[in-house]
């Protein structure tokens, strides 16, 4: 699919994570310290958005049933089950443009 423009710059305060959605697929784009990072939004144990959860550093905690996320990585944290890890997405910034890619 490519390179895909999302959001501004603007539209992500530093610590925060908004949804939003490309073709049909939700994506979680995270502001950690300046950076941006974007992974799946749903949470692989029951399909909660994620961007309702929490931010914290760069730990994303859903909100349904606590499972704990790397943003940065994808990778499980912290939950009682084995369940799936976050696909992420490679993030670029031009021109206060936010893009992902997919
Ligand atoms: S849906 Fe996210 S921890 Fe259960």
Redesign the pocket.
Known sequence: MGKIIVCKTSDIPLGKMIKVSIDGRDILVANIDGKYCATDDS??????S?AE?KLDGCTIT??????KFDCKTGKLIE?PAK?RDLTTYNVSVESNNIFVEM
Do not use: V
Request: aromatic share 12%.
């Open positions: 949470c692989t144990h029951s399909g909660a994620l959860g859903c909100g349904w049933h606590a499972a939950f369940i």
